[in-house]
């Protein structure tokens, strides 16, 4: 018997990520420098906190996770009926291609970015379009031009693997223009958490725009990268949408605890950004000086590097360091001379470039 498969299941094949399995037999003494988490991990009172929830181990989960989309209803000032919760934002990715997308659906996106939204929107078998940018700054008027009508735009903000923020300004820009030809704009805000810049996440116009729908995690900002906890942004009736989508007890009980006390704790970002702005100046001033290696701007905890040492090379020297990098050769529009580093502690930043100067 021959089994029939989807014929974009068929073709799909999954994203390259970072992260300690994204190796082979990886070491707890490895020093992880390809996963953009905050660098000062989870607050230690959620650690605290998580202690005394593991009698929730044998109870099912609330499916609607009414008390930490109560708690978001608070930390965001939106109304609960347009906060959606996730297993990880990856899902809720998936979910929103599946949910609006088809193939008849024109969808754009500038690259190099998240490799996550091409590989959602080509198993909805959308029509994908790309557009080649370092900085949507720079270009945000060639951007505008192509934006397709009755398709889909997916802008990670600030931007990874390039760290770029894009302007609240040309953020707004292409909403509107997207919204006169009648296409949603999908905002992967999983990083604007961590950055110095203030006012500049899109949350507070989610009542103005019908075809704006914001992403956010607490992989990045909060540290949870293990727990796999997002939540989107969305008017009233995309959220429903994707609520009779997701599967039921998509997140765990730890998962949705965690988040909440997370959130109780979210003056702690502020000391968060403050050592990210500093140690991201000191990575860059100090790698900046080594040969065959150029840093990039980041607005973010991590930072985009140009090497003339093949990227795969680099990874393997390093590792023999236990320290691991994130190859970006595996990132559209990069190659083999683009890795990414996370900003993290001066400790380990100070084994970082002791590494790249042995090399």
């Given at each position: ?103 008849k659906t024109s969808v754009l996106i500038p690259i190099p970015t998240f490799t996550e939204y091409e590989k959602a929107s080509q198993l909805s078998g959308c029509k994908i379009n790309f557009h080649k940018t370092f900085n949507l700054n720079d270009d945000i008027d ?207 930043n100070l084994k970082l470039i002791k590494a790249l100067e042995a090399i």
């Amino acid at each position: 018997m021959k089994i029939k498969v989807n014929q974009f299941v068929g073709r799909h094949s999954p994203a390259s990520h970072g992260g300690l399995y994204s190796i082979s037999n990886p070491s707890m003494d490895i020093i992880d420098f390809s996963s953009n988490v905050n660098p000062l991990g989870c607050h230690p009172g959620v650690k605290k906190f998580l202690k005394k929830q593991l009698k929730f181990i044998s109870t099912y989960p609330d499916s609607d996770s009414s008390n930490l989309r109560s708690n978001l209803k608070w930390y965001t000032g939106l109304n609960e009926s347009q906060i959606l919760i996730g297993n990880g934002a990856t899902e809720i990715i998936y979910n929103f291609t599946k949910a609006f997308l088809n193939e008849k659906t024109s969808v754009l996106i500038p690259i190099p970015t998240f490799t996550e939204y091409e590989k959602a929107s080509q198993l909805s078998g959308c029509k994908i379009n790309f557009h080649k940018t370092f900085n949507l700054n720079d270009d945000i008027d060639d951007f505008l031009k192509i934006i397709p009508k009755s398709g889909a735009v997916f802008v990670c903000n600030p931007n990874n693997p390039t760290g770029v923020l894009t302007k609240k300004s040309n953020m707004i820009k292409i909403i509107k223009n997207a919204q006169k030809k009648s296409s949603l704009v999908f905002v992967d805000e999983t990083f604007i958490e961590l950055i110095s810049e203030e006012n500049q996440s899109l949350i507070k116009l989610i009542k103005s725009y019908e075809n704006l729908f914001i992403l956010r995690s607490f992989t990045k900002s909060f540290g949870l990268a293990g727990l796999r906890i997002g939540y989107g942004i969305g008017n009233k009736e995309m959220v429903n949408v994707l609520q009779k989508l997701k599967i039921p007890w998509n997140v765990s009980n730890i998962a949705q605890n965690a988040a909440s006390a997370a959130i109780c704790y979210h003056p702690f970002l502020e000391k968060s950004r403050m050592l990210i702005k500093k140690e991201n100046q000191f990575l860059k001033k100090s790698i900046s000086k080594i040969k065959n290696f150029s840093c990039y701007n980041s607005s973010t905890n991590f930072i985009l590097l140009n090497t003339k040492i093949k990227s795969k090379t680099l990874q393997k020297k390093l590792l023999r360091k236990n320290i691991l990098i994130r190859d970006c050769s595996t990132f559209r529009g990069l190659n083999e001379n683009y890795i990414r580093i996370a900003v993290k502690k001066r400790k380990d930043n100070l084994k970082l470039i002791k590494a790249l100067e042995a090399i």
